[in-house]
Nanobody
Framework: QVQLVESGGAMVQAGGSLRLSCVAS????????MGWYRQPPGKQRELVAI???????NYADSVKGRFTISRDTAKNTLYLQMYSLKREDTAVYYC?????????WGQGTLVTVSS
């Protein structure tokens, strides 16, 4: 099994930046891809960005050009660098790891963007 722990969530003003981190532990060799999802208040969870095994990144249209996903394999850590934050980026952000038929999820970290 894989365990994921996110950190870095905070309250930030619109236009600001923030970096989220997700540390993976356990059977990390079973991970095929990792990504970030978010759940805005009162809405369903949605994909933010995903990083495949070939280091190919894909982003939701709403964050393209503002967010960057990256991974430090030596530290078993996934990052989400967020710039030019908007109020609509307010959400609980979850780290995800796909390990074959199973998904691992972190506990989430709250990002609040104020105007």
């Amino acid at each position: 099994q894989v365990q994921l722990v996110e950190s870095g969530g905070a309250m930030v003003q619109a236009g600001g930046s923030l970096r989220l981190s997700c540390v993976a532990s356990g059977n990390i060799f079973s991970i095929n891809s990792m990504g970030w999802y978010r759940q805005p208040p009162g809405k369903q969870r949605e994909l933010v960005a995903i990083l495949g095994s070939g280091a190919t990144a894909n982003y939701a249209d709403s964050v393209k050009g503002r967010f960057t996903i990256s991974r430090d394999t030596a530290k078993n850590t996934l990052y989400l660098q967020m710039y030019s934050l908007k109020r609509e980026d307010t959400a609980v952000y979850y780290c995800n790891a796909k390990t074959g038929p199973l998904d691992a999820w972190g506990q989430g970290t709250l990002v609040t963007v104020s105007s």
